[in-house]
DNA sequence: AAGAATGTTACATG
DNA sequence: ACATGTAACATTCT
């Protein structure tokens, strides 16, 4: 579900409805292992009259700052989501975790597949240490590029789903920048000329911005896809040009949508736009 | 009813 | 050291 425009739809909705400034009175965690590195009882000790001071997005993690040494680190994975709201009879059995805020509302975490995690970081600088660039952050030039992809013998698409390389990209949006760069995902990263760099630096940044407007993509309309902290749907599934798109007409050159595995993941290309030089 | 699904990672192999 | 492949995590949907 959260790519890198999805989380921080997420963090987004979590401002807007007034998380910032909330204390947790009190933490319940209904299945374990959702919690990464301590016990949930410890855990829930940990979070407890703590207040939420600022909330961000890294990566795909989204980061609550609290007013003590340990800073609280969710990753969603495929389907994690949190829902705020006030009431709450009956809880669904996909909720793992709940905060009880002192406004009368609840955070609570919703995980179908039950991937995502939770996380007490004392430094996230450290915790973050080994992932790569912020693509929408001013450090992130086309320089920055040149060098992920200068002597990298790798395919262009394992690349760039490495968050270790550039953070944030999941399988929607390396599909959706290499459609729009006209690069084949498995090119070869070090054959890439300076004007390919230069494009792909150009989708890269313009198919997450885009995502990010339209409050990150929906698949679907089952529960179980990507909804925010506000129940909203993203709008951005309508603006996807290959994405799931298999057997439909490129919209540049009209040729056919086709679906290949690449680094076993599902991969969409325009055959004609999206060829393969010999370099490989 | 088998296979795939927005993600990550540990482990194996070349 | 680097590149690639497999399995696992757990559940739902097609």
């Not at 959702?34 to 855990?43: K, M, Q």
């Not at 390389?165 to 070869?188: C, F, M, S, T």
């Amino acid at each position: 579900m959260p790519e890198l425009p999805e989380v921080q739809t997420v963090v987004n909705d979590l401002i807007d409805l007034g998380l910032c400034g909330r204390t947790i009175v009190k933490a319940k965690v209904h299945w374990p292992r959702c919690i990464s590195g301590s016990e949930a009882e410890s855990f829930c000790k940990s979070v407890q009259a703590r207040r939420i001071c600022k909330v961000s997005r890294r990566a795909k993690f989204i980061v609550l700052q609290m007013d003590c040494e340990q800073w609280l680190v969710i990753h969603l994975r495929m389907t994690g989501r949190f829902i705020l709201k006030k009431t709450q009879k009956k809880i669904s059995k996909h909720i793992h975790a709940e905060f009880f805020l002192d406004d009368q509302r609840r955070l609570q975490y919703h995980d179908t597949r039950k991937f995502g995690r939770f996380y007490l970081v004392k430094n996230p600088d450290e915790f973050f240490r080994e992932y790569g660039p912020e693509p929408l952050e001013k450090g992130f030039t086309v320089d920055a590029l040149v060098q992920i992809v200068n002597h990298r013998r790798r395919q262009l698409k394992p690349l760039l789903l490495d968050q270790k390389v550039i953070a944030g990209l999941g399988n929607i949006y390396v599909d959706e920048a290499l459609w729009k760069a006209k690069l084949h995902p498995v090119q070869r990263a070090e054959n890439l000329t300076l004007s390919q760099i230069r494009t792909l630096h150009r989708a890269i940044r313009a198919v997450l911005k885009k995502a990010i407007q339209n409050n990150g993509t929906t698949l679907g309309k089952g529960e179980n896809n990507f909804s925010s902290a506000t129940g909203g749907r993203g709008r951005n599934a309508n603006h996807l040009n290959v994405f799931r798109r298999t057997g439909h007409q490129c919209l540049r050159c009209r040729c056919c949508i086709i679906k290949i595995i690449v680094a076993q993941r599902s991969t969409h290309i325009c055959p004609s736009c999206q060829r393969l030089g010999q370099l490989s």
